[in-house]
């Protein structure tokens, strides 16, 4: 991959970063038991606050995907499977820049074949 698309993805990946940044930031996740006696209410802030957790998680989990593909930059390992070492196709980056599998890999470890680092 050329420097120049290695800038561009490392923008790229910056900007999804501190957007990611700003969003779990802005997650508030408090709920005051005491504002809402009615049970039903309860029930809908506590589902809502349920569902905020999981997003977040998901957003913390991609936001350490970043960071490491931001680490393959530095460390000229951008675009190779960290399991087979084969070069990731060009449109899965340009599409998932922080992949870490090729799609032979990926779909080993969606099926459970492949154990995550």
């Known amino acids: 991959m050329s420097k120049s698309n290695l800038k561009e993805v490392k923008e790229k990946l910056l900007a999804e970063r501190d ?18 006696p ?48 084969k070069d990731i196709n060009p449109k899965r980056l340009a599409a998932i820049p922080w992949a870490r599998y090729c799609l032979d890999c990926q779909e080993l470890l969606e099926k459970g074949l492949l154990d995550e680092d």
Not at 21 to 26: D, N, T
Not at 46 to 54: D, F, H, I, Q
């Open 38 to 85: 009615d049970p039903v209410d309860l029930a809908v802030r506590n589902y809502s606050k349920n569902v905020m957790l999981a997003v977040s998680e998901n957003e913390s989990k991609q936001l350490t995907l970043i960071d490491e593909a931001l680490l393959r930059i530095e460390d000229d390992e951008y675009g190779t499977c960290q399991n087979c070492e």
């Open 19 to 36: 957007l990611l940044i700003e969003k779990l930031k802005g997650n508030d996740l408090s709920i005051d038991d005491a504002e809402t």
